[in-house]
């Protein structure tokens, strides 16, 4: 059974960091394509980064240079380093795996909470 289960989220102070991690469990990482999107209050969810099979990366530009996507195959894990954050980082941040084995897919975590308070 595939599963995704995001931790690391929590509440920081403008200027903090922190780090997300995406567990996956029932395929092998190695093979997807991934990334993270997340979601504000009342807001579109909103793409924040992408990794894929070659280790192409991809930000969205609210987050160039502040974000950091990686991924330990090993432990069939995705990372999303967040550094420099800001109040309109706050939302909800999902796993997401959008190709398995170049076969289309569309598998989500449950979320992990992000609160950036100013």
């Known amino acids: 059974e595939m599963q995704l289960v995001e931790s690391g989220g929590g509440s920081v102070q403008a200027g903090g960091s922190l780090r997300l991690s995406c567990q996956g469990s029932?395929?092998?990482?190695?093979?997807?394509?991934m990334g993270w999107f997340r979601q504000a209050p009342e807001n579109e969810c909103e793409l924040v980064s992408t990794?894929?099979?070659?280790?192409?990366?991809t930000y969205g530009d609210s987050v160039k240079g502040r974000f950091s996507i990686s991924l330990d195959n090993a432990k069939n894990t995705l990372y999303l380093q967040m550094n420099g954050l800001k109040p309109e980082d706050t939302g909800t941040y999902y796993c997401?795996?959008?190709?398995?084995?170049?076969?289309?897919?569309?598998?989500w975590g449950q979320g992990t909470e992000v609160i950036v308070s100013s």
């Open positions: 997401r795996i959008d190709s398995y084995c170049r076969v289309p897919v569309d598998w």
């Open positions: 029932g395929f092998n990482f190695e093979y997807s394509d």
């Open positions: 990794i894929d099979t070659a280790g192409s990366q």
